[in-house]
């Protein structure tokens, strides 16, 4: 998404991160990132917690995995 130009691609709110992409590929790649870097840091996805959503005229399965 871009807000007056600037590409926008993740969004925190109060501790949690919401990941924006066009594709199912873009947000597997946002959320392998967002994985290594917290593993870097010593912080854990809470897995319980992950909810996945898109917004589109049709209706589209995704399959977001996260590594480990």
């Known amino acids: 998404m871009k807000v007056s130009g600037q590409l926008i691609n993740n969004l925190s709110f109060a501790g949690d ?28 996805i809470n897995t319980k917690k992950i909810k996945a959503m898109t917004i589109s005229k049709n209706h589209v399965d995704m399959n977001i995995t996260l590594k480990n």
Request: glycine share 8%; charged share 30%; proline share 0%.
């Open 17 to 44: 991160i919401d990941l924006i992409a066009e594709s199912q590929e873009g947000l597997q790649h946002l959320t392998d990132k967002v994985n290594e870097s917290s593993k870097r840091l010593g912080l854990k």
